[in-house]
């Protein structure tokens, strides 16, 4: 029972962090109209947020090192309600973008001190925890994007972020209440220095190169769920608001497929589950291009599946190869993560005026078969080749790893 309950926290922390983070993705037609704004620069409201998120991850991390992982967590996921709230008094882009930023400030503080928590916590099955986190973020993002557009559909825009300030609070409220405090935490010397363990972990080849990962995982997610509702606003699908918010019911393809994925990296190992999802995933945006509305529904379920679970193996790969300062690891993950996501969100801009859609589907595609490419190359040992052991030696390692 204690398991579960500590599961279900940090599925509730993974909702919290996603549900604002890109509930404005299916709104951004509209808000462009409303606000005036070509799609480049309506897109910076998702940008902005990913920015922050990328600035703010390392300090989190330190933080979280220093306190404790359930002191950030908790005061995260309370602070990140007042600026979501704040979004909808915006007059003009520059303040909803300003509004925007604060909510990815703040919001690292549940991402990183939650993955770090899980990798502490959990004596065996990290990785399977890991894909119920994520499976936490599956859910949190599909419901952010249709609760903002159902109540953006029937009252306004500004309504949507009210709506979402009070339950990123009321989740803030759940997680206080339901996670166990941690009984594994180390805290950090008070004199050592913060930016010692970070160039550290920037020396280790396997976790620069699976920031590699993080940064390219990220972009294509990004790069996809932000560019397609242009694509699918327009001629032949123009499709509205509510319509488009559908869309990402595809996510809750992945919420479903992303705890097996945990037992996939538990048993095949990090690189073969990484691989298997991004091959697919290159798969799943290349059916998009055809000019049929199921079909760009099927290829972005798994296209986006693909994403959770490289995701999955990314974050819980960095939890194996870290052997101090776990958290600031994590952190550093995450800011190429969100790097990543501010490159997929901007970037592609470039592509779409110039070619449209399948410019940007071109884009992405290079960008997952590099990601392969990074994981065949330095995700190498014992834990990125784990099919070569049974499953209890394969915690063994694990566990080996991390102490």
């Excluded at 009321?170 to 010397?189: D, H, K, M, Q």
């Excluded at 694509?231 to 097996?260: D, E, H, K, S, W």
């Amino acid at each position: 029972m204690d398991s579960r309950a500590r599961t279900a926290a940090v599925v509730c922390a993974g909702f919290c962090a996603f549900l604002t983070l890109f509930a404005p993705q299916p709104l951004l037609p509209a808000l462009a109209a409303a606000l005036g704004v070509t799609a480049a620069a309506v897109s910076l409201v998702v940008t902005a947020s990913t920015v922050g998120v990328a600035l703010a991850a390392p300090l989190a991390g330190i933080i979280a090192d220093r306190l404790g992982r359930k002191r950030v967590i908790v005061p995260a996921a309370f602070l990140l309600a007042l600026p979501t709230v704040a979004a909808a008094t915006s007059n003009s882009l520059g303040q909803l973008i300003f509004w925007r930023f604060w909510q990815g400030v703040f919001t690292p503080g549940i991402f990183v001190a939650t993955i770090a928590y899980i990798n502490e916590e959990w004596e065996t099955g990290a990785g399977a925890a890991v894909a119920s986190y994520v499976t936490g973020t599956v859910l949190g993002g599909f419901c952010g994007r249709m609760v903002a557009a159902v109540v953006a559909a029937h009252s306004s825009w500004r309504w949507a972020f009210v709506v979402l300030g009070v339950l990123n609070a009321l989740g803030g409220l759940a997680i206080w209440i339901g996670l166990p405090r941690g009984r594994r935490f180390l805290r950090a010397r008070r004199g050592s220095p913060a930016l010692r363990p970070m160039l550290s972990h920037l020396r280790n080849p396997r976790l620069l190169a699976t920031y590699a990962v993080a940064f390219c995982v990220m972009f294509t997610l990004l790069a996809a769920f932000t560019y397609v509702n242009f694509y699918l606003a327009a001629r032949p699908f123009r499709l509205g608001t509510q319509a488009l918010a559908l869309l990402f019911v595809v996510y809750l393809v992945g919420a479903v497929v992303t705890p097996f994925a945990g037992r996939m990296i538990d048993r095949l190992g990090h690189r073969a589950a990484l691989i298997i999802a991004f091959c697919a995933g290159v798969l799943g945006i290349s059916a998009t291009l055809v000019r049929s509305l199921p079909m760009v529904m099927a290829g972005l379920a798994v296209c986006c599946t693909g994403v959770f679970i490289a995701n999955a193996a990314g974050s819980s790969y960095v939890g194996v190869v870290a052997r101090e300062a776990r958290a600031a690891a994590v952190g550093l993950y995450v800011t190429f993560y969100y790097v990543g996501g501010s490159f997929g969100s901007a970037v592609p801009g470039r592509f779409w005026s110039r070619g449209g859609w399948p410019a940007c589907v071109a884009l992405i595609a290079a960008v997952q078969v590099l990601t392969i490419l990074l994981a065949l190359v330095f995700w190498r040992g014992p834990e990125a080749r784990s099919r070569l052991l049974r499953p209890g030696a394969q915690q063994a390692a694990h566990q080996h790893q991390l102490t």
